[in-house]
T-cell receptor, first 119, second 111 residues
Framework: NAGVTQTPKFRILKIGQSMTLQCTQD?????MYWYRQDPGMGLKLIYY???????DKGEVPNGYNVSRSTTEDFPLRLELAAPSQTSVYFC??????????????????FGPGTRLTVT | AQTVTQSQPEMSVQEAETVTLSCTYD???????LFWYKQPPSRQMILVIR??????QNATENRFSVNFQKAAKSFSLKISDSQLGDTAMYFC????????FGAGTRLTVKP
């Protein structure tokens, strides 16, 4: 199993350009996530998905869009890139089960990250 | 909303000694999971240890163990016999529906 893969590893964008960060997992996990990590900081959740066709906003969704057409893929779209979006982006996946007390998630498996610079 | 606080931005320890990293969290939920992740310079996020909130017994993984105090909402990580390869950023994380991370503690193991 490859686990969680992300492409590209590095990218430099000009202000106002758009791009899509790709994320694929082969573990049949139902949950997938996108995080950003600014220098010296922890991870902040951008968007997450509980299954194909279902997405929801995290802490910092502005400036991003996602889609989840298959279980395996969860691309992150940046429209009109801004310098504030310079960061390292991590995709992650996990297996979650829904219990009577509410859904609970198991640990997340992370991709290697994409370093994005917007100038 | 769930929050996770790591009050020690940086710590250092001598090789072979023991160090404890602190983490507190805030939640109104009762059944959840807590994790410690390690992020070496390679940036890869590596799971160190997990704790299920409904289990009273503290989790251990070789040289890594936790002190989980549910009532106090505290989840510290103890690293015994520290090794140079333990040098990394350590993140405490809480998960219920989504995952919240602390800001991290940069640990340096000195030879």
């Amino acid at each position: 199993n490859a686990g969680v893969t992300q492409t590209p590893k590095f990218r430099i964008l000009k202000i106002g350009q758009s791009m899509t960060l790709q994320c694929t997992q082969d573990m049949n996990h139902n949950y997938m996530y996108w995080y950003r990590q600014d220098p010296g900081m922890g991870l902040k959740l951008i968007y997450y998905s509980v299954g194909a066709g279902i997405t929801d906003k995290g802490e910092v969704p502005n400036g991003y869009n996602v889609s989840r057409s298959t279980t395996e893929d969860f691309p992150l779209r940046l429209e009109l890139a801004a310098p504030s979006q310079t960061s390292v982006y991590f995709c992650a996946s996990s297996y979650s089960v829904r219990r009577q007390t509410g859904s609970q998630s198991y640990e997340q498996y992370f991709g290697p990250g994409t370093r994005l610079t917007v100038t | 909303a769930q929050t996770v606080t790591q009050s020690q931005p940086e710590m250092s320890v001598q090789e072979a000694e023991t160090v404890t990293l602190s983490c507190t969290y805030d939640t109104s939920e009762n059944n959840y999971y807590l994790f410690w992740y390690k992020q070496p310079p390679s940036r890869q996020m590596i799971l160190v240890i997990r704790q299920e909130a409904y289990k009273q017994q503290n989790a251990t993984e070789n040289r890594f163990s936790v002190n989980f105090q549910k009532a106090a909402k505290s989840f510290s990580l103890k690293i015994s016999d520290s090794q140079l390869g333990d040098t990394a950023m350590y993140f405490c994380a809480f998960i219920y529906n989504d995952m919240r991370f602390g800001a991290g503690t940069r640990l340096t193991v000195k030879p």
